[in-house]
T-cell receptor
Framework: IAGITQAPTSQILAAGRRMTLRCTQD?????MYWYRQDLGLGLRLIHY???????GKGEVPDGYSVSRANTDDFPLTLASAVPSQTSVYFC????????????FGEGSRLTVL | GENVEQHPSTLSVQEGDSAVIKCTYS??????FPWYKQELGKRPQLIID?????GEKKDQRIAVTLNKTAKHFSLHITETQPEDSAVYFC????????????FGTGTRLQVTL
């Protein structure tokens, strides 16, 4: 089934550890995004990529990094996790930067202790 | 950057009644306004969207209205059903650029029997 796959679906992590959340899409979408969802704060953009080889910072980029080596994959890395990064992370994609609908992955629930 | 405010944060209606969720945006250049529905434990999914060249759009029991002068847009759900219970997010962006959706903080709608 075509779509976006995120891994892991859930993870508990000790503070200070490095963590990479994986995101893969098979829809050949050019644009990809990482959002975090926190109660009362909605969905906030962390990083984005309009096309393979390019990335940009969103609203809350500090403590996170991304790479876009190819069209399909867009991993999000926490270099040294802190408790404030406890959240649900959603990867999303859309056909191109000028079009509308975002397709979301199922989310990755991360708990940093 | 764009700022989207959404109200109310929670909304409880009886089955069969109507529900209205309101959003305001700050950037007068924004021209695309989608609404996403997120059921408990699931990913957000697009339910309806509107572009700035129209004032209203309907799809069965849901409709969205846009007032560009006042910079606000609203989601209307008529004849609510229990399966409408979810969190609803509004969003705004400018298409034609490196568009990044800015989301509201969400409204939790509860439809009671």
């Amino acid at each position: 089934i075509a779509g976006i796959t995120q891994a892991p679906t859930s993870q508990i992590l000790a503070a200070g550890r490095r963590m990479t959340l994986r995101c893969t899409q098979d829809m050949r979408h050019n644009a990809m995004y990482w959002y975090r969802q926190d109660l009362g704060l909605g969905l906030r953009l962390i990083h984005y990529s309009n096309t393979a080889g390019t990335t940009g910072k969103g609203e809350v980029p500090d403590g996170y990094s991304v790479s876009r080596a190819n069209t399909d994959d867009f991993p999000l890395t926490l270099a040294s996790a802190v408790p404030s990064q406890t959240s649900v992370y959603f990867c999303a994609s859309k056909v191109g930067q000028n079009t509308g609908e975002l397709f979301f992955g199922e989310g990755s629930r991360l708990t940093v202790l | 950057g764009e700022n989207v405010e959404q109200h109310p944060s929670t909304l409880s209606v009886q089955e069969g009644d109507s529900a209205v969720i309101k959003c305001t945006y700050s950037d007068s250049a924004s021209n695309y306004f989608p609404w996403y529905k997120q059921e408990l434990g699931k990913r957000p999914q697009l339910i309806i969207d509107i572009r700035s060249n129209v004032g209203e759009k309907k799809d069965q029991r849901i409709a969205v209205t846009l007032n560009k002068t006042a910079k606000h847009f609203s989601l209307h759900i008529t004849e609510t059903q229990p399966e409408d219970s979810a969190v609803y997010f509004c969003a705004a962006t400018i298409t034609g650029t490196a568009s990044k959706l800015t989301f509201g903080t969400g409204t939790r709608l509860q439809v009671t029997l």
